[in-house]
């Protein structure tokens, strides 16, 4: 996949650049907030060849790419000159629109836990695999490797309130590093000792409350949430040579210790009542909630409202030391996995099959957005299949009553940390959820077989003497796209650029050779009709000094339609550090009414521009003037 390309295509589609207010990824999400929505070409985004589909919701445009979303995400910020911290910096209230307070609670959550989720994955998984060692005697817990291990396994979630301190300050727009040093004041060592004793602190006459803070996550979230409204007074009271000092000293003093003694106790007791609010319904009727939670938990992610759900877990396992629900969402996840494979089995488009292929095993690991847009809720019928099939994975879970030690993205790879209580119902739960969405989707789920991916025919010209064909194949982006100020104002005349598939340029006219530069990087056409074109192959490549590039034709000779006049080595030309887009450009644009662009996304052979000649100087095809 070329994801530069693919990037471009998203970026012109959704409005360009000056649409984007923000613009982050997930880990198989393109997530934007976009200024105007309407701007954004949802139909044309959807058919591009890259992309699962496109998403609306919880204030998001949302583009599902799958697991090369990083990959595209780093092209985007390279096109669009955002800054790569998978965030940009303006504010969500920047946008046209106000979003709702539920869609803005989901931003912001999404948004603190997103850029280190794979690694509260990994490190969830890492514990729950060395409790199976000791379980199978394969390691002491006394041993010098398990304690390594489990300092590498434990930490992330043993100092969570710092990197959720950096992450919400992000969010809402305050120092990072001064919520960070709020956050680690939480965990420092001497407080930490004496509050596990119960210990008693005072702060000038007014009683701490002894309170430990490793592991959790409300507390410091309302830490920060404070720290935004305080800033910004604290700022108004420093002159700005001194700001960047004050106000940062001022935010410790006053915030370290009235998170000790409000704050962070507030925050407890709402930790303290979602865990027992939870538990008290999931002990009502755990059949029930299993039921429910693994039919509807991909309904969740489909809205976006999943979020909401990660902080409850966390919060469970820091408060309580495990949670129910994460074992029950496994089930939800193995039966996509489940119905995918359904699907490969049955159908016969040799495409869809690929996509079901491949799904199943992104959905073994957790990953199921690409099975669900590509494959189960493409075809609908296989996705109720797995909604049925979750919940009755889902249910046998809840009945056996198992518990995950850690928190880690619902998978086959998060079993280890299901071990303990139920975990022989857990194994039970999930082989039924996927074996039975397998069965249901081979037999009832898939009737008529649907192409993977629209495609757009691109738009058909009479192949004239004012048709300017394409002269090399790749992917066609506007030239206002391209990194040259020169080329992207237009300056040298209209046309279009090609993000180059490979280092072939044919002639896009029947001409003659006006112009031939020594470095080879560029060629000069002027048509037999008079159409003078200048052929510019990448940027400031004038300074390789025609290494890579191999001219063909030589100055005033004529050439045909589809004849090779230059070869460029793309790949080096890359190695290099040069960016390879081709030009195409009219230079007597003044001469004609209009320069036509394709509507085409790939050149591959087909027209690129159409020339419309002025009324006084047409011509007709005896030669007279019109």
Same mark, same amino acid.
């Given at each position: 996949?070329?994801?530069?390309?693919?990037?471009?295509?998203?970026?012109t589609?959704i409005?360009?650049?000056?649409n984007?207010?923000?613009?982050?990824?997930?880990?198989?999400?393109?997530?934007?907030?976009?200024?105007?929505?309407?701007?954004?070409d949802?139909d044309?985004?959807?058919?591009?060849?890259?992309?699962?589909?496109?998403?609306?919701?919880?204030?998001?445009?949302?583009?599902?790419?799958?697991?090369?979303?990083?990959?595209?995400?780093?092209?985007?910020?390279?096109?669009?000159?955002?800054?790569?911290?998978n965030?940009?910096?303006?504010p969500?209230?920047?946008?046209?629109?106000?979003?709702?307070?539920?869609?803005?609670?989901?931003?912001?959550?999404?948004?603190?836990?997103?850029?280190?989720?794979?690694?509260?994955?990994? *490190?969830?998984?890492?514990?729950?695999?060395?409790?199976?060692?000791?379980?199978?005697?394969?390691?002491?817990?006394?041993?010098?490797?398990?304690?390594?291990?489990?300092?590498?396994g434990?930490?992330?979630?043993?100092?969570?309130?710092?990197?959720?301190?950096?992450?919400?300050?992000?969010?809402?727009?305050?120092?990072?590093?001064?919520?960070v040093?709020?956050?680690?004041?939480?965990?420092?060592?001497?407080?930490?000792?004496?509050?596990?004793?119960?210990?008693?602190?005072?702060f000038?006459?007014?009683?701490?409350?002894?309170?430990?803070?490793?592991?959790?996550?409300?507390?410091?979230?309302?830490?920060?949430?404070?720290?935004?409204?305080?800033?910004?007074?604290?700022?108004?009271? +420093?002159?700005?040579?001194?700001?960047?000092?004050?106000?940062?000293?001022?935010s410790?003093?006053?915030?370290?210790?009235?998170?000790?003694?409000?704050v962070?106790p507030i925050?407890?007791?709402?930790?303290?009542?979602?865990?027992?609010?939870?538990?008290? =319904?999931?002990n009502?009727?755990?059949?029930?909630?299993?039921?429910?939670?693994? *039919?509807?938990w991909q309904? +969740?992610?489909?809205?976006?409202?999943?979020w909401?759900?990660?902080?409850?877990?966390?919060?469970?396992?820091?408060?309580?030391g495990?949670?129910?629900?994460?074992?029950?969402?496994?089930?939800?996840?193995?039966?996509?996995?489940?119905?995918?494979?359904?699907?490969?089995?049955?159908?016969?488009?040799?495409?869809?099959k690929?996509?079901?292929?491949?799904?199943?095993?992104?959905?073994?690991?957790?990953?199921?957005?690409?099975?669900?847009?590509?494959?189960?809720l493409?075809l609908?019928?296989? +996705?109720?299949?797995?909604?049925?099939?979750?919940?009755?994975?889902?249910?046998?879970?809840?009945?056996?009553?198992?518990?995950a030690?850690?928190?880690t993205?619902?998978?086959?790879? @998060?079993l280890?940390?299901?071990?303990g209580? %139920?975990?022989?119902?857990?194994?039970i739960g999930?082989?039924? *959820?996927?074996?039975?969405?397998?069965i249901?989707?081979?037999f009832?789920?898939?009737?008529?077989?649907?192409?993977?991916?629209?495609?757009?025919?691109?738009?058909?010209?009479?192949?004239?003497?004012?048709?300017?064909?394409?002269?090399v194949?790749?992917?066609?982006?506007?030239?206002?796209?391209?990194?040259?100020?020169?080329?992207?104002?237009?300056?040298?005349?209209?046309?279009?650029a090609?993000?180059?598939?490979?280092?072939?340029?044919?002639?896009?006219?029947?001409?003659?050779?006006?112009?031939?530069?020594?470095t080879?990087?560029?060629?000069?056409?002027?048509?037999?009709?008079?159409?003078?074109?200048?052929i510019?192959i %990448?940027?400031?490549?004038?300074?390789?000094?025609?290494?890579?590039?191999?001219?063909?034709v030589?100055?005033?000779?004529?050439v045909?339609?589809?004849?090779? =006049?230059?070869?460029?080595?793309?790949?080096?030309?890359?190695?290099?550090?040069y960016?390879?887009?081709?030009?195409?450009?009219?230079?007597?644009?003044?001469?004609?009414?209009?320069?036509?662009?394709?509507?085409?996304?790939?050149?591959?052979?087909?027209?690129?521009?159409?020339?419309?000649?002025?009324p006084?100087? @047409?011509?007709?095809?005896?030669?007279?003037?019109?």
């Amino acid at each position: 996949m070329d994801y530069k390309a693919l990037a471009q295509q998203i970026l012109t589609n959704i409005g360009g650049k000056e649409n984007i207010v923000k613009a982050w990824h997930c880990a198989t999400r393109l997530r934007f907030n976009l200024k105007a929505v309407d701007k954004a070409d949802t139909d044309a985004i959807n058919n591009l060849d890259g992309v699962i589909t496109v998403v609306q919701s919880a204030g998001q445009y949302q583009v599902v790419i799958g697991n090369s979303v990083a990959k595209v995400y780093d092209a985007l910020v390279d096109l669009a000159g955002l800054a790569n911290d998978n965030a940009a910096a303006q504010p969500v209230e920047a946008a046209g629109e106000k979003q709702n307070i539920v869609n803005r609670f989901i931003a912001f959550i999404s948004g603190i836990f997103t850029p280190f989720l794979g690694a509260l994955a990994g *490190a969830g998984i890492l514990k729950g695999l060395l409790a199976l060692f000791v379980a199978l005697n394969w390691l002491s817990a006394n041993s010098g490797a398990y304690k390594i291990w489990y300092a590498a396994g434990d930490a992330i979630f043993y100092f969570l309130p710092i990197f959720l301190a950096f992450t919400a300050a992000k969010q809402l727009h305050v120092n990072q590093f001064v919520s960070v040093s709020l956050g680690a004041a939480l965990l420092y060592p001497t407080l930490v000792s004496v509050m596990s004793k119960s210990a008693t602190l005072h702060f000038f006459g007014i009683p701490v409350v002894p309170t430990t803070y490793t592991s959790t996550v409300i507390p410091i979230l309302l830490a920060v949430w404070v720290l935004s409204y305080l800033e910004p007074l604290f700022d108004k009271l +420093f002159p700005e040579a001194i700001r960047n000092i004050f106000t940062p000293l001022l935010s410790l003093i006053v915030m370290v210790p009235l998170t000790m003694m409000v704050v962070g106790p507030i925050g407890g007791a709402i930790s303290n009542a979602l865990a027992n609010g939870m538990m008290a =319904v999931y002990n009502f009727l755990p059949i029930g909630a299993g039921l429910i939670m693994g *039919a509807f938990w991909q309904v +969740f992610v489909i809205f976006g409202v999943h979020w909401t759900f990660v902080p409850l877990m966390m919060n469970n396992i820091a408060k309580m030391g495990y949670d129910p629900l994460l074992p029950i969402l496994s089930a939800a996840v193995l039966s996509q996995a489940g119905a995918a494979l359904g699907v490969f089995l049955k159908s016969k488009d040799p495409k869809m099959k690929a996509l079901a292929g491949s799904s199943v095993i992104t959905a073994f690991f957790g990953i199921t957005e690409p099975t669900i847009y590509g494959v189960t809720l493409k075809l609908k019928r296989p +996705f109720y299949c797995a909604v049925a099939g979750g919940a009755v994975g889902g249910a046998i879970a809840g009945a056996f009553q198992v518990h995950a030690s850690s928190f880690t993205l619902p998978s086959l790879l @998060a079993l280890p940390t299901y071990l303990g209580q %139920g975990f022989a119902g857990e194994l039970i739960g999930l082989a039924v *959820a996927f074996v039975g969405a397998a069965i249901l989707t081979y037999f009832f789920g898939v009737t008529n077989d649907v192409p993977v991916k629209a495609t757009t025919a691109p738009k058909t010209a009479e192949i004239d003497d004012d048709t300017i064909m394409a002269p090399v194949e790749g992917t066609i982006i506007p030239l206002t796209s391209v990194k040259d100020e020169v080329f992207a104002s237009e300056a040298m005349g209209k046309g279009l650029a090609i993000v180059p598939t490979n280092g072939e340029v044919v002639s896009p006219v029947a001409g003659t050779v006006s112009a031939v530069y020594p470095t080879g990087h560029a060629i000069g056409i002027t048509s037999d009709n008079g159409a003078e074109i200048l052929i510019h192959i %990448g940027i400031d490549t004038v300074q390789l000094n025609g290494k890579y590039f191999e001219t063909l034709v030589k100055q005033n000779a004529h050439v045909d339609r589809g004849d090779v =006049v230059t070869k460029f080595d793309v790949d080096q030309i890359k190695a290099a550090g040069y960016d390879t887009t081709v030009m195409i450009i009219v230079t007597n644009t003044a001469s004609y009414q209009a320069v036509e662009p394709t509507t085409a996304t790939e050149a591959q052979g087909n027209w690129l521009l159409k020339l419309q000649p002025k009324p006084e100087t @047409a011509t007709s095809k005896e030669g007279a003037t019109i």
